[in-house]
């Protein structure tokens, strides 16, 4: 398949968290809101002139400084952005929205506090206390705090407008993103699919990196284009697989799963479009801060929602994408040191395999992938595995008649 | 008091030899006191043998009950007087509740006692969930589901936790993981709880593994599950509406299942008694406060977290206990009794201590003259209670909860527990701060930096000490030692106050 159009141009802006559609957007007196967490509700983000920005650490090298911080024990995502910060490579901020989801990522935001990390006076930052558990009183509860951490505090410092008609405004720049997300991810769930899963790692990161607006038209040419992209005679991979897991932000990791031979048909971790990029239904009768909330709580497909149903749907979900997307296999990826993953990768594995007979590989990987081997080799075994089921499923038809 | 390390025995299981010499008083009152403990594992063996017997053949973790007479003599090693007294009160009053529960859990086990009908009126507690809610259902039981089985044995044994580290770690979660967590996730997956119980109560706290091992725990009990969520940015007032709900939620849940009416009378009763025995504890700290502390050490923290826990002004029995310990320590405080034979440093213990070694603040004590007059697991919620008005107590149940153990520290920001040491340090005039370096402790190890760096601001006495909590194959107790011991031998220069416990072998020990 020829490359795409704007992916090289794509990548590029990937190698920097203040990239040049950032720069731009500052230039233009926009304001940089960073978060790291998908319980920020990012389109609020994205209200008036301001512009939201997930925080990655591309290209990160020593993490030295970090790790006096933090010690070797925790996740390098965590610590890959503390020693960016500490480097000055998040000086561009205006804000940083955290909420205390996961104890790691917590202390990174805290330490932008305690080392006074942005050279910026109207810098601030803010904490969300969410709750782990759908119920009416725990949407209301986030409601408030996303009005209270987020929405006034916008309001307070930058004067933005927050009205519902600035929200209803975001929402629909937002959804439009979604749509264009959506529209070029469904032709993964073709036979032979005219999109990578690198390529489509790639557009999912920059509608997280980079201000919506400016994307927005190399978007639409980009499914443009895909209408009509000739394919290969000969398929490029031997299995198709959906990735789940923890935070991924590095599409070298997916590059390296589709060089050993699997093609990644649904990304369904942090970082990904599943969830992120579903389009947010607003009723006009009902309150719209409200209706946000409530679609990213019932979106969100992180661990630490422990409740029964939430448990079970996570599971569920997963095999609706190996369903859907015609996957061989599910690979759970977590990142080393994420408390939350490890528990859920060991057991929704476990679960996926024996209770639901879907094929899966677990592994843990460190913040920068692209240079293991080990993890290829991992890959390599896990396609085969798939390879030989595949085999196997078609002798067993075949001596069934 | 010199050569206590003599007194155990060479072939690394660090067993007494012989029991310690203490004078003629001191002795006898110890020797009798550990006749008690014997008297009391005993009694509850005859209240149900069958059961108990059974018990011990089906659990792994049962047999480890048997060390405990060890258990409490690793906390009284070198003590006198009234410290020796104030100790084995708390400890036999820890003992006496323990055992109870112990025989409920063998009693309504269904694994041992099937068609039992004590089981479906006892409604399963995450461990770490105060008692105080439970207090308003008098017709149940209440039974915290991992603290017989897991969480207490690990402080009596440290050889019962690795089987089932493995046991987790063989099903895939990675070894990394904060191990306390971990292991309850063993027992659950080696299905070594009891079975028993109409429900199950399980929180968010106190951290991020503790959430996730709930998944393991509810994939093996099987039972109708309530989560009870408690707020993390809790010096936030926007929380708190959301906190109070949670608690009503939690009430109502135990109603539907057991079909029980929440009774406020008794609920308030044991507010009542929980705002005595805060009463009680207060004078303790006040007294550590001085130069004349009379309690220092292990046994501090352990009986706070217990009684804080698994009583929550239910059991009054504790009240007794703390009454009369109170009486001895006013008492041992006018006469300027000293607490050691020599206090060389007032300390404070941050972070969670090891299960593994909790007698590591007497050894501190005796080896060093290092005396812990404070820590963090004793410093949680001191808040009381309003004991009339409905809406005023619940909304003082749900603070409390939200400053209970492991979690007030931990949670709700970096001011909680850096401030905080400070804070204490001040207030308690310590001059050396023993931090535990919990290897797996997400949210204390983000700040390992930050902590280093205030503390050479403050030019305190700053002792890192590793351990896993849990673990002892990572960081042994001897490894925890020999951290101390260079820096008191290499920082600080000082001669140990006994040489005989610089450096012993006690891997195999209980």
């Given at each position: 398949m020829r490359d795409l159009k704007h992916l090289y141009e794509f990548e590029k802006l990937l190698q920097e968290a203040n990239n040049e559609l950032v720069q731009k957007a500052k230039a233009d007196g926009g304001i940089a809101l960073g978060y790291t967490c998908y319980h920020i509700p990012e389109v609020l983000l994205n209200c008036g002139n301001c512009f939201s920005v997930r925080l990655r650490a591309p290209r990160t090298g020593s993490m030295d400084i970090a790790t006096y911080y933090m010690?070797?024990?925790?996740?390098g995502f965590s610590k890959a952005i503390l020693e960016r910060a500490i480097e000055g490579g998040y000086n561009f901020l205006d804000a940083l929205l955290a909420s205390e989801t996961c104890s790691e990522m917590n202390r990174t935001a805290e330490h932008f506090e305690l080392l006074n990390l942005v050279e910026n006076d109207k810098f601030f930052l803010t904490f969300l206390d969410m709750p782990f558990k759908i119920a009416d009183h725990t949407v209301k509860h986030y409601v408030t705090q996303t009005r209270n951490k987020i929405l006034n505090k916008m309001t307070e410092v930058y004067g933005i407008d927050t009205s519902d008609a600035a929200l209803l405004k975001a929402v629909e720049e937002h959804n439009e993103v979604c749509r264009l997300m959506t529209e070029i991810g469904n032709y993964r769930k073709e036979d032979n699919p005219r999109i990578t899963g690198y390529e489509y790692h790639i557009l999912s990161l920059i509608t997280y990196c980079c201000p919506k607006s400016l994307i927005l038209p190399m978007l639409r040419e980009t499914a443009e284009e895909l209408k009509t992209r000739e394919l290969d005679e000969k398929k490029n991979f031997r299995a198709k697989i959906v990735v789940v897991g923890s935070e991924m932000d590095d599409p070298d990791f997916t590059a390296l799963i589709e060089d050993s031979?699997?093609?990644?048909?649904?990304d369904r971790y942090c970082f990904g479009t599943m969830p992120g990029r579903e389009e947010i239904k607003i009723n006009p009768d009902e309150d719209v801060l409200t209706q946000i909330c409530l679609h990213y709580l019932k979106t969100s497909q992180c661990p630490r929602y422990m409740s029964h149903e939430k448990v079970q749907e996570r599971r569920d979900y997963v095999r609706h994408l190996v369903d859907e997307y015609h996957a061989d296999g599910v690979m759970y990826e977590q990142l080393k040191f994420c408390e939350y993953w490890g528990y859920e990768r060991a057991l929704a594995s476990y679960v996926m395999s024996n209770d639901y007979g879907v094929p899966t590989a677990a592994v843990d990987r460190q913040y920068t992938a692209s240079a293991s081997g080990q993890l290829r080799t991992r890959v390599q075994a896990f396609v085969e595995s798939l390879e030989i089921k595949k085999i196997q499923k078609e002798r067993k038809a075949k001596e069934n008649g | 008091m010199a050569d206590l390390g003599k007194l155990y025995s060479e072939d690394r299981k660090a067993v007494l030899k012989h029991r310690e010499w203490r004078g003629f008083r001191d002795t006898m009152y110890d020797y009798y006191r550990w006749l008690v403990t014997w008297k009391d594992m005993i009694v509850m063996v005859l209240k149900a043998p069958v059961s108990t017997v059974k018990g011990l053949w089906r659990y792994?973790?049962?047999?480890?009950?048997?060390s405990t007479p060890s258990f409490i003599d690793r906390h009284t090693a070198g003590l006198r007087g009234t410290h020796l007294r104030i100790v084995h009160l708390h400890f036999n009053m820890i003992v006496k509740h323990a055992t109870g529960l112990i025989h409920t859990s063998f009693v309504a086990d269904e694994k041992i006692n099937p068609k039992n009908k004590l089981s479906k009126k006892i409604v399963l507690t995450d461990e770490i969930i105060p008692n105080e809610i439970f207090s308003g259902f008098p017709n149940l039981t209440v039974i915290p589901l991992q603290t017989i089985p897991i969480f207490l044995t690990s402080m009596v044994d440290q050889q019962i936790t690795p089987p089932y580290l493995e046991v987790t770690e063989s099903f895939g979660v990675p070894a990394d993981v904060c191990p306390l967590p971990s292991a309850e996730a063993g027992v659950a997956i080696e299905d070594d709880y009891p079975k028993m119980g109409c429900c199950m109560v399980a929180t968010n706290m106190p951290c991020d593994g503790s959430v996730m091992n709930s998944t393991f725990l509810d994939r093996r009990l099987n039972l109708p599950v309530h989560l009870f969520n408690i707020p993390l940015r809790y010096n936030d007032e926007d929380v708190q509406e959301y906190a109070v709900e949670e608690v009503k939620e939690l009430i109502k849940f135990i109603e539907e299942q057991t079909g029980e009416k929440f009774d406020w009378d008794v609920f308030f009763e044991a507010l009542k008694n929980s705002n005595k025995q805060l009463g009680y504890e207060m004078e303790k700290w006040d007294i550590n406060k001085?130069?004349?502390?009379q309690m220092t050490g292990a046994a501090f923290w352990l009986y706070r977290i217990y009684y804080f826990n698994l009583s929550g002004g239910v059991d009054k029995r504790f009240l007794k206990v703390d009454k009369k310990v109170n009486k001895l320590m006013l008492k041992g405080y006018e006469k300027k009794e000293p607490v050691s034979k020599e206090m060389r440093h007032r300390a404070v213990v941050w972070s969670c201590p090891a299960n593994y070694y909790t007698s590591f603040a007497n050894w501190l004590e005796n080896c060093w003259g290092m005396n812990v007059v404070m820590d963090m697991e004793t410093m949680i919620s001191y808040i009381r209670y309003n004991t009339e008005d409905k809406e005023q107590a619940l909304k003082d149940v749900a603070k409390t909860y939200q400053r209970s153990i492991m979690r007030k520290h931990t949670k709700g920001g970096y001011r909680n527990v850096v401030d905080e040491l400070w804070r204490i340090v001040e207030e308690y005039d310590a001059d050396t701060v023993i931090m535990y370096?919990?290897?797996?402790?997400k949210g204390m190890d983000g700040l390992a930096g930050i902590f280093d760096d205030q503390a050479r601001e403050r030019n305190i006495n700053f002792i890192w000490v590793k351990q896993d909590l849990m673990d002892p194959?990572?960081?042994s107790r001897r490894d925890m030692r020999e951290q101390v011991n260079k820096y008191m031998q290499t920082v600080l220069q000082e001669e140990p106050l006994d040489p005989s416990l610089v450096d012993f072998e006690d891997d195999l020990a209980w």
């Open positions: 010690s070797n024990f925790l996740c031979g699997a093609l990644v048909v649904a | 792994r973790w049962m047999a480890s009950y048997l001085t130069d004349c502390p370096d919990q290897i797996s402790c194959r990572t960081i």
